[in-house]
């Protein structure tokens, strides 16, 4: 079924602190394995896929992302000025005033084959979180459900139940439900901006909306938040990237 989503948020606003001074000139979504930056070839994979938009959510070392704009037309760019004292779930509230629709919901610091964006996009359901199986990467944020639908995720197994997999950082969201995140976001910020949009966003509007949660078992992908992150990225995962492109390539 063809997907009719045209837009995409990317969440680049981070300080990629527990990389420590392995890239103290650029931000994560900068590191590069290939020809382009990481986030350069999720741009491009996302415009392979018809997405007309694409906003990104910047602060640390900004600069970075605005000198895309010359590149890309289908880009723009927006400033979480309070991204050293926020999480991700207000890097994506501060993107509310140009979301007005349904999107896909990505984070800068991603590897991924292709196929992880169009097996959300294929997904008839509204609200869409990518799962993967289990990749042993550390740091892995895991996933419960009932069934096919959101209950709860958690960086610790023993605070879960069903759990299918791993959580990749690809999602599709409805409008609705991103106001409905929003909604929620807003008292909480009241205390602090420090909340993320998987926990305090996902997990929260879960409880009344429908999450549906698709398992890709065999997904080559990678998100790169610390020194093993980044070494299991360049020498096994995006050889087996470069790999399934090649064969999906050769297939046409």
């Known amino acids: 079924m063809p997907s009719n989503i045209e837009k995409a948020v990317i969440l680049s606003a981070g300080m ?13 979504g900068f590191i590069q394995f290939g020809q382009r930056p990481i986030v350069e070839e999720s741009i491009e994979k996302l415009l392979s896929f018809n997405i007309k938009e694409i906003i990104i959510i910047t602060g640390y070392l900004s600069h970075f992302y605005n000198d895309l704009l010359d590149k890309y037309r289908q880009i ?15 890097s994506l ?20 084959e292709s196929r992880a964006i169009g097996e959300v996009l294929q997904v008839p359901e509204q609200d869409v979180i990518l799962i993967s199986g289990y990749t042993n990467a550390g740091d892995e ?13 958690s960086k610790d197994k023993g605070n879960l139940n069903n759990i299918i997999g791993e959580f990749v950082g690809i999602s599709k969201v409805s409008y609705n439900l991103f106001l409905e995140m929003a909604r929620i976001s807003e008292k909480k910020f009241k205390d602090t901006l420090m909340i993320d949009y998987e926990i305090d966003g ?13 398992r890709v078992e065999d997904l080559n992908w990678s998100e790169i938040d610390d020194y093993e992150h ?16 090649s064969k999906k390539q050769f297939i046409k």
């Open 16 to 28: 990629g602190k527990r990389l420590g001074n392995l890239f103290p000139d650029h931000p994560k």
């Open 141 to 153: 944020v895991f996933v419960e459900t009932d069934g096919n639908k959101l209950i709860n995720m």
């Open 76 to 90: 723009k760019t927006i400033f979480n000025k309070e991204y050293r004292s926020s999480g991700s779930m207000y």
């Open 93 to 112: 509230y501060c993107a509310r005033e140009f979301i007005d629709t349904d999107f896909l919901l990505l984070e800068s610091d991603l590897i991924y």
């Open 202 to 214: 996902f997990v929260e509007t879960a409880k009344k909306s429908d999450i549906y949660c698709h």
């Open 230 to 245: 980044y070494v299991n990225a360049k020498e096994n995962i995006y050889p087996k990237i470069l790999l399934a492109k």
